[in-house]
T-cell receptor, first 116, second 116 residues
Framework: GAGVSQTPSNKVTEKGKYVELRCDPISGHTALYWYRQSLGQGPEFLIYFQGTGAADDSGLPNDRFFAVRPEGSVSTLKIQRTERGDSAVYLC??????????????FGPGTRLTVL | AQTVTQSQPEMSVQEAETVTLSCTYDTSESDYYLFWYKQPPSRQMILVIRQEAYKQQNATENRFSVNFQKAAKSFSLKISDSQLGDAAMYFCAYRRTQGGSEKLVFGKGTKLTVNP
């Protein structure tokens, strides 16, 4: 596609529920990243995929958060037993992989998650 | 761990004038990348400019230029001939060049207002 797309644009859920957030990277980009942006803050890294595998998941806050990328393209961020503190904008980015160092990251418009 | 500091939560500039946004960072590495991203109310992060640390020449993209002072660990963004469309949040970001993870480390951002 022309850019990174994310669905849904907005998600409202109740405390304790399960949510899935989807990211469609730019076609041909092998690297994919998830970030979380709380109100008034810069994005914070969650997880990075190279192809189908999670190369770095050190930013996931706890085991309620999980992400997959089964075919090396679309990725889904899954949050179990949501808490009010999970409310944030979840940003996805993708980049090419060139010579051992990924190129510039291009971001999607994000999903605003609100946990009531 | 690397950190990025943006000391100006808000800045304002008159249309057609010049403004400089500040950014400092902390790292023990000698090679890395630095970025400025713009985030308008639409939430989509847009790359403004990037700088490779090994390059002494400051990067320039049309009306946007940086002042990269490696020894001082400073990376400021200058916007010349400011336009109304430049109004947005601006984030400074750092990325290491080696080590397996290509995650971006962001500052907290500076909100830029452009007055007509």
């Amino acid at each position: 596609g022309a850019g990174v797309s994310q669905t849904p644009s907005n998600k409202v859920t109740e405390k304790g529920k399960y949510v899935e957030l989807r990211c469609d990277p730019i076609s041909g980009h092998t690297a994919l990243y998830w970030y979380r942006q709380s109100l008034g803050q810069g994005p914070e890294f969650l997880i990075y995929f190279q192809g189908t595998g999670a190369a770095d998941d050190s930013g996931l806050p706890n085991d309620r958060f999980f992400a997959v990328r089964p075919e090396g393209s679309v990725s889904t961020l899954k949050i179990q037993r949501t808490e009010r503190g999970d409310s944030a904008v979840y940003l996805c980015a993708s980049s090419l992989w060139a010579g051992g160092s990924a190129d510039t990251q291009y971001f999607g418009p994000g999903t605003r998650l609100t946990v009531l | 761990a690397q950190t990025v500091t943006q000391s100006q939560p808000e800045m304002s500039v008159q249309e057609a004038e010049t403004v400089t946004l500040s950014c400092t960072y902390d790292t023990s590495e000698s090679d890395y990348y630095l970025f400025w991203y713009k985030q308008p109310p639409s939430r989509q992060m847009i790359l403004v400019i990037r700088q490779e640390a090994y390059k002494q020449q400051n990067a320039t993209e049309n009306r946007f230029s940086v002042n990269f002072q490696k020894a001082a660990k400073s990376f400021s963004l200058k916007i010349s001939d400011s336009q109304l469309g430049d109004a947005a949040m601006y984030f400074c970001a750092y990325r290491r060049t080696q080590g397996g993870s290509e995650k971006l480390v962001f500052g907290k951002g500076t909100k830029l207002t452009v007055n007509p």
